[in-house]
């Protein structure tokens, strides 16, 4: 046994090491929280880690024990028949404080789990922007509901909240159960068809983080990612006021070209531009989509190269999604992505 403690030091340190450099920072890491939410959660997080952890060492102690007693003192001399063993009265002792400390580790487990509950439902919505988010195979629907229609901002796979501010997201699914996470903002919440749930976020730092749709879906689930940004008051009311605008108007022959590209074949039929006739709910929003940072829900970083191979088709970079794949001559083709890339 002397040797054990050193190897599982080393062991321990490179695990704790890994989780660090991999697990514990960055755009994606529950264990790096930017809100009130995710903050919370790590604590029951880390009070689950370090009593589940203290547990298996006394497992893997009592292991070590166990077998070390099997080959030294099972091994030696025979007990007459009938006559308890010398060794097994500490070995029940120990057993009733290992039951007993298992209660009690649960019971710490259960009330951390019930009051950490109730921290996040009690919450506060005080000034909470309102939005309604909508999860379909494999990308998310996202409107800032206003005061009045008028006020309602409507974009795709894009989050965007102000810091400091609470968010109270309206969470539907179109088909089938889908799973809203962002990691560092707060913890998971399932989209299911027919029935209307909510999640509360309230993010403390400015900075991009990167949400991904946590139940699996179908075919892309993996490419189901949400793009979220956290800015101050003002840069949001900024960006929600240039949300409101309608799209830019063609102003090249060629932007004018993809334009009509657009319009007379089967795009506006499935996807809405505002300020023109395309007027579909079936795919994204594409009003503002050239301000956005990635295309096809986290497929791609966005870029004209991306977007025109997108358009050329989707199948090779999202296979089996739900856009059909347009056949389109190489100038058509060019023409529509500068259009497209033109709304900004
Ligand atoms: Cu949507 Cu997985």
Redesign the pocket.
């Known amino acids: 046994m002397s040797a054990h403690p050193s190897t599982w030091q080393r062991a321990c340190s490179a695990i704790a090491l890994t989780v660090l450099v991999v697990g514990c920072s960055g755009r994606q890491a529950a264990l790096d929280p930017a809100g009130d939410q995710a903050a919370t959660i790590e604590i029951l997080w880390t009070l689950m880690l370090w009593m589940c952890g203290f547990m298996y060492l006394l497992v893997l102690i009592f292991l070590g024990h166990a077998l070390w007693r099997a080959r030294h003192v099972l091994s030696s001399e025979p007990v007459p028949h009938g006559a308890q063993r010398p060794a097994e009265r500490p070995l029940r002792m120990a057993l009733a404080g290992w039951f007993g400390l298992i209660v009690g580790g649960l019971i710490v487990l259960s009330l951390g789990s019930f009051f950490i509950d109730r921290s996040l439902a009690n919450a506060r919505l005080d000034n909470a922007i309102k939005i309604k988010i909508t999860?379909a195979?494999?990308w998310w629907k996202v409107e800032y509901l206003g005061e009045t229609p008028a006020q309602r901002v409507a974009t795709a796979n894009e989050l965007r909240l102000p810091v400091g501010r609470p968010a109270l997201l309206e969470l539907q699914a179109e088909d089938?159960i889908?799973?809203f996470w962002i990691p560092n903002l707060g913890g998971k919440q399932d989209l299911i068809p027919g029935r209307i749930n909510s999640l509360l976020l309230t993010p403390r730092r400015e900075g991009e983080y990167r949400g991904q749709?946590?139940?699996?879906?179908?075919l892309q689930?993996a490419k189901?990612a949400l793009d979220a940004t956290v800015v101050g008051e003002r840069d949001f009311a900024a960006w929600r006021q240039q949300q409101l605008l309608p799209a830019h108007a063609p102003s090249t022959p060629e932007q004018l070209r993809g334009h009509e590209i657009f319009m007379s074949g089967p795009c506006a039929s499935c996807h809405q531009i505002v300020g023109t006739p395309a007027a579909g709910q079936n795919g994204p929003n594409l009003t503002h989509l050239a301000s956005r940072r990635t295309i096809a829900a986290g497929a791609r970083p966005y870029s004209f190269e991306a977007l025109r191979d997108w358009l050329r088709d989707p199948h090779t970079i999202k296979p089996g999604n739900h856009m059909p794949q347009v056949q389109l001559s190489n100038s058509d083709l060019h023409a529509l992505t500068s259009y497209l890339d033109s709304l900004k």
Do not use: T
Request: hydrophobic fraction near 45%.
């Open positions: 999860a195979q494999w089938v889908h799973s749709c946590a139940e699996f879906c179908g689930h189901m």
